[in-house]
């Protein structure tokens, strides 16, 4: 049945018929499921652009594949992949299309995207990226006083800071020698405490900051960036009256502007918004209405990446994606790693019921790989509306949160060990490191902790797989040392972790989201789900500061404010507690 010969996905034949399957496979224990099928490793691994993905340790038989195949089939999975690759406009609430693999083309590719090309735009903004690189890495980008800039700090949240922070922090090591350092900082947070420590440690004179933000409206961001510049200024100016005696600058010369040019660039789809807030026009880097937030990191939002690691690491990043993007249009999609990793998350959340995903990177380099996963699949796909506007009869995305395996061994791994959830996770690891440390003693110490590691993150997957069965240990057991087992995962290894691999990395979980965004017909590029928060703490703001309003609230905001306001300091100084 083709999807206009139906109204909804699950009343297709393939769901029908993966619901019934779903009831016998689904009660089998994966121990059983190795039992029965000799060469299951070989059957699911798959692999493209230096990762392994090994899906043996989903509860699935290879009919459940065959089902699941076509059911994305029924959803017109290869047409919709060739959509969005080409540029067609998928993103049906906003009626644009989401390119983000445009900005992973290479210089020579052509993609014509309703009449024009949109390939040279890309290369022309990765030109003006690299001439501001090298400019910072030539020690020649200096502050109002002379002094050349150390410290950028990126201000911008959600997709213009998580997509940045996680590349950034995962590259450290790709740090490029012999030029002028510049620390790379991130500042999100809208209560402004990462800001103040900042602004408590770092010298006004060597700082400049990066205001990322496609909208330019974002208030975090807007409100981090007042006191950002206000700081600045009166610092500057402080320096300008009483003069700092060190012969770097002369004082007179600084004046609103200079501070301005020398110590703010933007990053935004919204020049006009840019120039209103006072950023030169020469400090603007643009992009497009059709890259979406949560998909940005491979252009201009992702400068502080190629601050920290050079241009040339940047464009191995874009390669390593673009890789993945081939790989994704190319490959029959049995063999297509985006592909099949959403399909084992489909048959988890809706025929195993299983609506909670842990993403469990075995490497500390990837430390906010699971905080920025989180936005991009939840902000995604975390929808109920189809296409069409219907309510879905199904669910759609998990639950998805993670942090670093190992910590999170100590941490949280209880639950999947013995609770009483079922927990779809992803294991992530590379297999070579440390291979370039010069010290023959420590590159030692340190691969020994590499193999630790690995062998910790295969041990708990087997163990979360096998459950009792993983020990060899005979006799009865008391429940409270008795292990279920039975929880599906997947794993991703990568050769190394490089700029490359990252890239294809990322690559694959956004093409993830995009292809069980297909199966459930929602939309993955929209957020319209957090716009109704924004207004209302924009009208709530209103009420705290100035006390209209507050009757027409639920009495619980009612009783919240009248707290705030009790610690608010009265006319004399004094807060309504004191009295
Ligand atoms: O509030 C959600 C959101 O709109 C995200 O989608 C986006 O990544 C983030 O805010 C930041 O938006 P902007 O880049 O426009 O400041």
Same mark, same amino acid.
């Given at each position: 049945m083709s999807k206009s010969e139906r109204d909804t996905i699950d009343q297709g034949t393939a769901w029908e018929a993966l619901k019934a399957h779903a009831r016998d496979v689904g009660q089998a224990h994966l121990r059983d499921l190795f039992n029965e099928q000799a060469g299951r490793f070989e059957y699911y691994r798959r692999q493209a652009a230096g990762l392994t993905l090994d899906?043996?340790?989903?509860?699935?038989?290879p009919e459940t594949l065959e089902l699941l195949l076509d059911l994305a089939k029924e959803a017109g999975l290869p047409s919709a992949i060739e959509r969005l690759l080409d540029g067609k406009r998928v993103n049906l609430s906003e009626d644009r299309?989401?390119?983000? /693999?445009a900005l992973r083309m290479p210089e020579d590719a052509r993609l014509v995207v309703e009449g024009e090309d949109v390939v040279p735009a890309v290369h022309r903004t990765l030109t003006r990226m690299e001439e501001m690189v090298d400019k910072f890495h030539g020690g020649q980008w200096r502050g109002a006083t002379g002094r050349a800039i150390r410290d950028v700090v990126n201000l911008g949240v959600g997709g213009s800071d998580l997509g940045p922070l996680m590349v950034t922090h995962a590259l450290a090591d790709y740090q490029p020698e012999g030029i002028h350092q510049v620390n790379v900082h991130f500042a999100s947070t809208m209560d402004g405490s990462q800001l103040a420590d900042y602004l408590t440690r770092l010298n006004p004179e060597t700082t400049l900051f990066v205001l990322s933000s496609?909208? *330019? /409206?974002?208030i975090d961001t807007l409100s981090n960036a007042r006191t950002a510049r206000d700081w600045l200024l009166s610092r500057l100016m402080q320096e300008k009256q009483?003069?700092?005696?060190?012969?770097? *600058?002369?004082?007179?010369?600084?004046?609103r502007d200079l501070v301005m040019r020398q110590h703010f660039i933007g990053v935004s789809a919204s020049p006009e918004k840019m120039s209103e807030w006072g950023i030169a026009p020469s400090n603007q880097l643009e992009f497009w209405d059709w890259v979406g937030g949560r998909y940005?990191?491979?252009?201009?939002?992702?400068l502080p990446i190629a601050l920290a690691v050079g241009m040339d690491n940047f464009r191995g990043l874009l390669a390593g994606a673009h890789e993945m993007d081939r790989h994704f249009r190319e490959a029959p999609l049995q063999d297509n790693l985006p592909v099949m990793l959403a399909l084992a998350g489909i048959w988890n959340v809706n025929f195993l019921d299983i609506r909670a995903h842990s993403i469990l990177p075995y490497d500390g380099r990837l430390e906010y790989f699971a905080s920025y996963l989180e936005q991009l699949e939840m902000e995604s796909?975390?929808?109920?509306?189809?296409?069409?506007g219907q309510v879905t009869t199904y669910s759609t995305c998990p639950v998805l949160w993670g942090q670093l395996g190992p910590n999170a061994q100590h941490a949280f791994y209880q639950l999947l060990h013995q609770g009483t959830q079922a927990v779809e996770c992803d294991f992530i690891a590379p297999l070579k490191r440390y291979d370039d440390v010069e010290d023959d003693a420590t590159r030692e110490h340190l691969q020994g902790q590499h193999r630790l590691t690995l062998a910790n993150c295969f041990a708990q997957s087997r163990v979360l797989m096998l459950g009792d069965d993983a020990i060899d240990e005979p006799g009865e057991r008391p429940s409270h040392k008795r292990y279920r087992g039975n929880q599906p995962s997947s794993t991703l290894l990568l050769d190394r972790l490089t700029p490359h691999t990252l890239g294809a990395l990322v690559a694959l979980y956004e093409h993830k989201v995009f292809v069980q965004a297909t199966i459930w017909d929602i939309n993955p590029f929209d957020q319209w789900g957090v716009e109704l928060g924004k207004k209302i703490a924009g009208e709530t703001e209103q009420i705290l500061a100035s006390r209209d309003g507050i009757d027409a609230m639920d009495d619980s905001s009612r009783g919240l404010i009248e707290t705030f306001w009790a610690f608010e300091p009265d006319q004399t100084g004094s807060s309504s507690r004191d009295a």
């Open positions: 899906l043996s340790k989903q509860r699935w038989r299309p989401a390119l983000h /693999t496609k909208s *330019f /409206t974002t009483g003069g700092n005696g060190n012969g770097h *600058f002369h004082a007179d010369d600084i004046d940005s990191l491979w252009g201009a939002i992702g796909n975390g929808k109920s509306a189809t296409n069409d």
